[in-house]
């Protein structure tokens, strides 16, 4: 298996830092706001690559942290006139909802910075200790010179980001060393959330968190480190050096960044009128659709979203389910206790090629576009080579295989099945009587399991009256 390493800027051979596990760590959402198409990438991007490493056997320990203090969170929350944890804690869990419906799987761990506050104090004690950093009346700068291989991830040197890169001189230049040291602990303001630190009450900057949350739950050294390429300056950069500094050991040994998503070709802006959140999208399109559509193309190559594409990704989608679909009607309906014939055991040996096609795919830095070629390639097989006279063992071998493959991509092939209108009205007779015997927990379970499937129940004079939501 290979995976581009942006540290080193080629496809190298993966080999995890402990045989048989896999310790990932991806930066997760800063939680101001409903997510956006943009976030979702990195999600069902790194979910795919967890997917498919747990398929070859791996036991993967994933994490993703939830950024829940930063100037935009309190921002927004003075705004709404809500505490900065009131804020955030409806953010995240509206994030998980989305989430749940991308069919993202939760992490192992997902981390809250404000719940690994000590742990941040903890590392940034240790880096004054090794002279990597220094207090300035209560905020805490990283000396980023001090630190060798500073650049070695985003291949910046020093005389460049001195002469023309402004992202890392933050504010406070005066007081620094050095315009190009970064902050780990910055002094409350009025009205900010603080903690108690050594160096006054404050809050830490935002790179610490991750490396110390990594550090956490994965240990010292992890395998993979992911994220939007966006993060590689100054974020990811910045995690290195403090990471390194304070552990004595390389940091992680594969940096995994995803290409940008643009929108009609043009960058995703508000001000352009062009920002869509993942809600947005869920209203128009199954979740399963946006998947699709994110893996349709190599994660490090920048993908372009529209409504054509989205159509197209659709369609695209529709046609897995229907072979499935296909399957499953003649699995039902066909002739029962059929023997497989060795015309079906060969052709179930030809279908293997397919699985063979997507696995090559997956192992050539997970390149899901070619992943799903070999899907489509397996479904226009089984399409020309079932029928009514197919027995049940071999159409349960071909759909297992379509399965299979749709289920590391983290696609679901079973479509809900709608409720039945006898089924319908089955339950409202049974929710009546109930009634009448008194039994309101039960009453209130069938409206709540009706309501679950979108149906909705107005009690009137004439009766029960029922529609679709």
Request: proline share 3%; hydrophobic share 35%.
């Amino acid at each position: 298996m290979k995976i581009y390493n942006t540290l080193t800027k080629s496809k190298e051979e993966f080999k995890p830092v402990e045989e048989g596990k896999v310790r990932i760590y991806v930066c997760g959402p800063t939680v101001y706001n409903l997510i956006h198409i943009g976030n979702a990438r990195p999600m069902i991007v790194f979910d795919t690559v967890r997917r498919y490493l747990e398929y070859k056997g791996y036991e993967v320990n994933f994490v993703s942290n939830f950024t829940d203090v930063d100037d935009k969170i309190i921002k927004k929350a003075n705004e709404e006139g809500v505490s900065s944890k009131e804020l955030s804690e409806r953010y995240i869990a509206e994030c998980k909802k989305d989430m749940e419906n991308m069919n993202v799987l939760p992490a192992t761990h997902t981390p809250l910075a404000t719940e690994e506050i000590e742990g941040m104090i903890e590392m940034i004690a240790i880096l004054i200790e090794k002279g990597y950093a220094y207090d300035v009346n209560g905020t805490v700068y990283f000396r980023t010179r001090k630190f060798g291989g500073y650049g070695k991830l985003s291949k910046k040197n020093m005389e460049d980001l001195e002469a023309g890169h402004r992202e890392i001189k933050v504010a406070g230049g005066g007081e620094k060393d050095d315009p190009l040291d970064f902050v780990l602990w910055k002094p409350k303001k009025e009205g900010e959330p603080c903690w108690e630190s050594p160096w006054g009450d404050g809050r830490p900057g935002w790179h610490i968190e991750c490396s110390v949350m990594s550090r956490k739950y994965l240990g010292d050294q992890i395998d993979i480190h992911a994220g939007g390429e966006d993060l590689i300056f100054p974020h990811h950069e910045n995690e290195i050096a403090q990471s390194e500094a304070a552990n004595g050991k390389d940091f992680a040994k594969y940096w995994m960044h995803n290409a940008f998503l643009n929108i009609d070709n043009r960058k995703m802006s508000k001000s352009e009128g062009n920002f869509f959140t993942v809600r947005d999208v869920g209203e128009k399109y199954d979740l399963q659709v946006l998947r699709f559509f994110m893996l349709s193309a190599h994660y490090r190559s920048p993908l372009n979203f529209s409504e054509e594409l989205m159509q197209a990704s659709k369609n695209g989608l529709d046609r897995i389910l229907t072979a499935v679909e296909n399957l499953e009607y003649l699995i039902a309906n066909g002739e029962k206790g059929k023997v497989e014939t060795e015309k079906e055991k060969e052709s179930l040996r030809d279908s293997d090629t397919f699985i063979v096609k997507f696995e090559e795919a997956m192992e050539d830095d997970f390149n899901t576009a070619d992943a799903i070629a070999a899907v489509f390639e397996l479904v226009k097989f089984t399409n020309t080579a079932v029928s009514e006279e197919s027995s049940p063992s071999y159409l349960e071998g071909l759909k297992q295989r379509i399965t299979k493959l749709c289920g590391i991509l983290g696609i679901i092939t079973e479509k809900e099945k709608e409720i039945l209108d006898e089924e319908i009205e089955g339950l409202i007779n049974e929710r009546q009587i109930a009634r009448k015997e008194k039994n309101f927990k039960r009453s209130d379970e069938i409206r709540d399991m009706l309501a679950a499937q979108g149906i909705i129940l107005e009690d009137t004079r004439e009766g029960v009256k029922w529609k679709r939501s």
